[in-house]
Structure formats: C-alpha cells, structure tokens
C-alpha cells in the first residue's frame, strides 16, 4: 500500500466504509487496535462538537434517521475555526450532540483548536436538517445514542430505549448496520470481524467444545448442501457428495452459507444482544434479514422460505399497526424495549399450517443457551418455532429436539439419546408432562432407524417430520460427523437444511474438534462465528447464575 498524496486518515476511513474489508484485515487491522487501545485510555467527553463537509448531503440525512458512521471522525469543539472555511462555498455544518467523544488535542497537529474524535460505530439520530441564512449554508443537527435509545417523539410519551440490561451496543457486530446513509449496503459479518469483543469472564471449555461444534456443524451443514439444494436422490446417486465445494444451485463460494445459517445467527444474535429470550426481537432481526441481508453470507436475503417469508410480513404489519395506536414511529418500531408493550404485541404469526422445516433449521442457539436449565430450554425451544411456524408438529419438533441437544450439553451417551426411554423419561421433567404430538411422537419412539435409508422410506423433504427423521436417521447410521452429514446431504431434496438439522446435534456430539478441519478453516466468516459462539456460552452461563 502506498502513501502518494493521499492523506493516512483519509486512507483509513475509505478502507473503513469500503464494502470489500479485505484491505482493513490485512493491512489496517493491527493499526486499529493499536489505535483502538489507545483512544479507550482517553475519558469520554461530552457536549456539542461540530463538523464541516463539503457539498449539501441533507438529502441523506432526513429527520429522525438513524445512522452509523464507520470512518474516525474528526471534530472541533469550537465553531468559529472552521465556519470561515465554509463562505462562499457549498457546505454542509454538522452539530453533534456527542456522548463519547475523545479529545485529542494533546496529539493533533491542530494546535488552535480542540479536536474531538468518533470511533468507528458511533450511532447518531438525525434531529433536525435546516438552512442558515446568514451564512447560506446548510446545517445538520445531530445526537449520538449510546446505551440509552431515544424518547419517541409522540404525544404518548412512551419511551422506546435500549437499557443498560440490554447491552448490545458494547457489541456494535450484533446490529444491522449499513456503510450509506442510504441504507442499501448492509455490513455483512465478515467485514464486522475488525469490531469484536470477547468475553472477559471465564468460560468452561467442555460447553464451548459442544457449543462451536453444534453451530458451527449446522453451517457446514448448510454450506455443503447448498450447492446441490432441490437436486434429487436419483441426481446425487449418480453425482454424490464428498467435500465442500462452492457454485450449483446458488452460485456461493465454498464455505458460504444460505437461510438457515443466516436465520441461525440472527436468532443467537438476539440472545446474546438481549441477554434473554425475547421473541419479538428475533423477529426483527430476521426482518433485517429479510429484507436488508443482515447475517447473509452474500450480503441478500435468498432461499427464504415460504412460511417464513409470510410470517415476516405478518410481523411487518402488526408493527405497523402497534406503532399507529401506540404513537411510535415506524423508525423507532424495530427497538421497542418498553415491557409492557412488548406483552401487548402478538409476536406469533404463522400462517395457518405451517410445519415446514424452516422451523428446526435454525433452532441450535436456543437449546445451547439454556441447556444448564432443560425444563426452560425445551419451552423455549418450541416458542422459538410457533412464532413464524404455528403447527404443532412444527413446534413439537422443536421441543424434541431441543431436548435432545440439551441431553447431549449434559453428556447423554448415543444410545440413550436415540432410544425410546429418552423421550418418557424426559416426559414429566424436560417436557413439562405436555406429551408429543402423535408424528413427532413416533420419531420420539425410533421411526427414524431405518437400515436401508431412503430404500426405506426415509427422505430429505421440506416437510418438518421428514426432515427430522432425515437428520437423527443420518445421526443413528453414522459414527463420524463427516459420514453422517454427508449421508444427509446424500439424501437429496432440501439438502442443505436437513444437511444443518443433522450438524446442529452431531456437531454437538462430537464437539467441534472432531469436526473437519479443513471444512472449518473454508466456513464463511469463521471468526465472528467463533466469538458469537463464546458469547452464547458466557450470557448462557450469566443468564442461568442470575436466575
């Protein structure tokens, strides 16, 4: 990388909001947490700082926006320095009202004035966008929101806030962010990679070994299925499955992810960022995904499923709805915090029916999260499904099956989990004495173990019971991780999912350190996945102790 004329910061805040962040790891990276480290050591100042830019962008800034900026932002806490440079000229003057600003004066070249700077992240609101007529230029007035979010500006006074209880924003990667004040290009999870954070309190290495291999074993599920997804058995008879490869259906690299992965993140994303199960939440999460590719491995939404997709607008337009009769802007709507109206709203919208296998692709992070207490971990694990699937064979898939991936946090041995005794010993305890309904029931009892795989009936289908009597049939005839997600895939059909059904508890099984290296060192993304999955095991932990 050369200098030229180019300025160095000027160099980094392009790197910075550039889409591709492959020069920010490989030449920027240590710069930053060098830099990083440093600012940190300065206190925060607060109070109003101002900025000039060249060129009018109110057209980017319309009132009550919401935005990020992900350049080191320079300020000056006094006006009159740089309102000289603005006469004559079409410019803009930005007022910030900042909560975190870091006074550099001691350091800057800029010996007559103070100057503030914003650390990459720094989330402002929009306030007001006006026009100076003395100085004919535009002004741009606006706040930085930190762990506290804004009062909604509506004559119900309702306080639409994140607390300090919710702490997402110590963990900046959780949220969806765009590099435009567009929002049109969403930061995907690898370019969030410069801006983790881990854990600093202990966590014990045994769950994290179960915890990795069961997230990271659904992704390798889902990444190896999904260049054959819709092939048929006939095709993959003839063509099998025996490494990781990219192209085919969705034209992905090797090691990207499609739905269920993406789903998957988004539901541990919420876990973690809430520190609890809150419903409503995951459903704005795969909103943004949906609708912005947030936690897409491409940067899109893609491979959406039908039920899924209808549930979402469902949820799109009850929140338009609530916000009309409770006095929330629709800007506002997504951070809803307030308890009492977080009773009130209906966050179960499943068409009528739904018992795809949409519903159990994405349910890992729940059972891990609350596997020290079963009885929860169940309950959830069903709620989890009911609010984008409401039948209860999809439901009960969901309990079943989070039960079993609790069994094994707990060191159930193969042949306990997969008997019939499991599921009617677990019955008054883990299930809360609420039996299975009768399809789930039978796999519950041993309908999966089939000699002769799909010979016999056993198929690799969009519909949820086939689904998971696909993926513990893969689990029971296999002894590797590797063989049994290849024998899933194999199946053909919906590979991908039944391919990440079956990971999400052999990886847990077997642990992460019996998963394929090679497969692991290809996934998309590996390090946020790996620092998220620390995370679930910590607030898991954290959540557990505290109640």
């Not at 790891?25 to 101002?50: C, D, H, R, T």
């Not at 350049?71 to 007022?95: A, H, R």
């Not at 609010?387 to 099956?401: F, P, Q, S, V």
């Amino acid at each position: 990388m050369q200098l030229n004329d180019r300025s160095f910061s000027r160099m980094l805040n392009q790197a910075l909001r550039y889409e591709d962040q492959t020069e920010v790891k490989n030449y920027w990276f240590n710069y930053l947490e060098l830099i990083w480290s440093a600012l940190k050591q300065l206190p925060s100042v607060k109070g109003n700082v101002y900025q000039v830019v060249n060129g009018r962008i109110k057209e980017n800034y319309p009132k009550k926006k919401i935005i990020t900026w992900w350049g080191i932002t320079s300020c000056t806490q006094v006006p009159d320095n740089i309102l000289s440079e603005m006469l004559g000229k079409k410019s803009t003057l930005l007022k910030i009202k900042i909560l975190n600003g870091k006074n550099i004066s001691e350091y800057s070249c800029k010996s007559n004035e103070t100057e503030i700077v914003l650390l990459p992240g720094t989330r402002l609101r929009v306030n007001n966008v006006s026009y100076n007529t003395n100085l004919c230029i535009d002004e741009i007035d606006l706040e930085e929101i930190s762990d506290e979010m804004f009062q909604s500006d509506t004559n119900s006074n309702h306080t639409t806030k994140r607390t300090s209880k919710d702490g997402s924003f110590d963990k900046i990667w959780l949220e969806c962010r765009f590099k435009d004040p567009e929002g049109t290009t969403i930061i995907k999870p690898n370019e969030c990679e410069p801006y983790l954070t881990e854990p600093s309190g202990s966590i014990d290495r045994h769950i994290l070994n179960r915890i990795m291999g069961s997230i990271f074993g659904l992704i390798l599920g889902d990444a190896l299925g999904a260049h054959v997804e819709f092939r048929p058995h006939t095709y993959l008879l003839a063509n099998p499955v025996t490494d990781l490869r990219g192209g085919g259906t969705w034209g992905l690299e090797k090691g990207q992810f499609t739905d269920d992965g993406s789903m998957t993140l988004c539901l541990a994303n919420s876990l973690v960022a809430r520190r609890r199960f809150l419903p409503y939440d995951q459903l704005v999460r795969y909103k943004w995904w949906f609708r912005h590719g947030y936690m897409s491995s491409t940067g899109t939404c893609f491979d959406i499923g039908e039920s899924t997709k209808k549930a979402l607008c469902e949820f799109e337009n009850r929140q338009t709805v609530f916000a009309q009769k409770y006095g929330i802007s629709l800007e506002e709507i997504d951070f809803l915090s307030d308890e009492q109206l977080l009773k009130k709203f209906n966050v179960f919208c499943s068409p009528d029916g739904a018992a795809g296998n949409g519903v159990l692709m994405r349910l890992a992070p729940v059972p891990l999260f609350f596997c020290r207490n079963p009885e929860i971990a169940v309950k959830l694990s069903g709620v989890s499904g009911q609010i984008t699937h409401g039948d209860m064979k999809a439901i009960d898939a969901c309990r079943y099956y989070g039960a079993l991936i609790v069994a094994i946090m707990h060191n159930t041995d193969k042949d306990q989990l997969l008997s019939e005794d499991f599921y009617l010993s677990k019955m008054k305890t883990w299930f809360n004495n609420k039996p299975l309904v009768s399809e789930i029931e039978n796999v519950a009892k041993g309908s999966f173990k089939k000699d002769k795989g799909y010979d016999d009936g056993i198929r690799g289908k969009g519909y949820v019971v086939n689904s998971l009597e696909a993926a513990l049939w893969a689990f029971w005839s296999t002894h590797s991780f590797k063989e049994g997600v290849l024998a899933a895939v194999n199946l053909g059909d919906d590979t991908d999912t039944t391919a990440a059904i079956y990971g999400q508890l052999a990886g847990a099984y077997y642990g992460y350190d019996k998963l394929p290296q090679e497969w692991i060192n290809s996934v998309y993304s590996k390090r946020y996945i790996e620092c998220l999955c620390k995370w679930i095991a910590y607030e898991g932990n954290q959540s557990y102790s505290k109640n």
